[in-house]
């Protein structure tokens, strides 16, 4: 905390909350123009629309803008405030693509209904945290806090694990020097904090074989779908569903007919893991798999294609937690508590760059990835008012 005693920082916090009360109005707007983008991950052209509104909105509160093309999906928008600061910089993370098919924004619009839930696609995951991360920033600048530069981190493809860019190498190159980070994905409504995530990642393994004709010359074969069958029952069996050690030979492949001795397998394997020793466990079981040859004359290799580390709950994650906790409690936010989740998150990435982070810092709701996805309207300003307030007494 900041040395200037309970009630200077009592001061801070009910001026931060009359601050971005005022433009309560102003957020919902904000909300409202880019939830009725389409902007699902493979809509590059809708992401940099959101891209777009979201640069007009940074240089309106004073930041300085890049936006960083991912070269191969949309791109990463960062925003810098308060550069001049003499703390390391705070990071503000979130995504601007979605899940959703085009059109879907004209058929589930942007709306409040009268139980004061806000619909539309990807209102909770995740556009309305990047308008509530944006709204605390504004509310750093009006209050004249001048000493913790704030970054924002966001990209463009995070719902497709940035498997067809350089999304993921951009970011970790921009989290250097960072003291930690808020992720404003999606929030509880029961005030939980994420603390813990699980990793996941595909990895393939193709296995060479010996084509031939299975009636001609069916010695001369040596069959990678055979080979395959062995390594598939390996792996599945060094699964270790109590330690969260998950893995699943979710895809097989190989062959070109009947008649033919197959020269060619594959498996696409999805792996999840709580924390980076049990990653690091799966790959060790994957490549001992791939090397261990039970037809003689076929031969195999490993490709790690995507990979999204576990947010392992670090000392400095439960510090940063331990903060935020405090920091409700004074601010009038009220009581948050540590959450573990399964679903993946930049905030692996983060976490095991060195970083600590909280996650779920955006709008409370349920039913992401859903049509039925609503966020709750009053934790606009409640989540904006606790994120700046963490942020000032950091």
Sequence with gaps: MKKEGRDGMQQVYEAVRKHVSERRGEMISLLEKIVNIDSGTTNIAGVEAVCGILKQEMEAIGMDVRVIPSEGAGPVLVGEWCCGGTKRPLLFLGHMDTVFEDGEAEHNPFRIDENGLI?????????????????????????????????????????????????????????????????????????????????????????????????????????????????????????????????????????????????????????????????????????????????????????????????????????????????????????????????????????SSGVPAVCGMGLKGEGCHTKDEYALADSLVDRAVLAACAAYAL
């Design 119 to 351: 619909h539309g696609p990807g209102v909770l995951d995740m556009k309305g945290g990047l308008v509530v991360a944006l709204s605390a920033i504004r509310a750093l600048r009006d209050i004249g806090s001048t000493d913790r530069p704030v970054k924002c981190i966001f990209v463009g493809d995070e719902e497709k694990l940035h498997m067809f860019s350089r999304t993921k190498q951009i970011m970790i190159s921009e989290l250097s020097g960072a003291e930690a980070a808020f992720n404003f994905e999606v929030g509880y409504r029961h005030d939980g904090l994420v603390v813990g995530r699980k990793g996941g990642g595909i990895v393939d393994v193709t296995v060479h074989g010996v084509p031939a004709h299975s009636g001609l010359a069916p010695e001369k074969g040596r069959s990678a779908v055979a080979e395959m069958c062995y390594k598939v029952l390996e792996l599945e069996a060094s699964r270790d569903i109590e330690r969260g050690k998950l893995i699943n030979c979710g895809m097989v492949s190989g062959g070109i007919g009947e008649n033919t001795v197959p020269g060619e397998a594959k498996i696409s394997i999805g792996i999840r893991f709580p924390s980076l020793a049990i990653r690091d466990e799966i790959l060790a079981d994957i490549r001992s798999a791939t090397e261990r040859v039970h037809i003689e004359g076929t031969k195999a290799e490993m490709n790690v294609r995507m990979m999204m580390e576990s947010m392992d709950t670090t000392d400095g994650v439960m510090e940063l937690f331990e903060h935020i906790r405090k920091v409700a409690g004074e601010c009038g936010y009220g009581e948050v508590h540590p959450v573990t989740v399964g679903g993946v998150s930049d905030s692996g990435a983060v976490v």
